[in-house]
């Protein structure tokens, strides 16, 4: 079963930056479909960005879009998830897995830890 395992939350005032990551346990996220997701506090996931497996396209949701970006470092086997300019409302923590459809957070398998990203003043 994949693992994926989060990192890079942390607690940060509005306007900030953080760099999230995502390795792989036992796999290579290289040449897959990947996707950071979003759980907010209260019911449900939500995309929040998502790449192609060939990197030729991504997704944003509106709310992080020009903001967000998601990367790979396949070298290291590493996805990374670039949040500039924080606003509260992107509290939550984050997880990475391969999205179902159009950056749909997947139905079935299980979803690790997360990070936790809380923005606040």
């Known amino acids: 079963q994949e693992q994926f395992v989060e990192s890079g939350g942390d607690s940060v005032q509005p306007g900030t930056s953080l760099r999230l990551s995502c390795t792989a346990s036992g796999f290579t996220l290289n040449d897959i479909e990947i996707g950071w997701f979003r759980q907010a506090p209260g019911p449900g996931r939500e995309g929040v960005a998502c790449?192609?497996?060939?990197?030729?396209?991504?997704y944003y949701a509106d709310s992080v879009k020009g903001r967000f970006t998601i990367s790979r470092d396949k070298a290291k086997n590493t996805v990374y998830l670039q949040m500039n300019d924080l606003k509260p409302e992107d509290t939550g923590v984050y997880y990475c897995?391969?999205?179902?459809?159009?950056?749909?957070?997947?139905?079935?398998?299980?979803w690790g830890r997360g990070t936790l990203v809380t923005v606040s003043s």
């Open positions: 790449t192609t497996d060939s990197d030729d396209s991504s």
């Open positions: 897995r391969r999205p179902r459809g159009v950056c749909l957070p997947p139905l079935f398998g299980s």
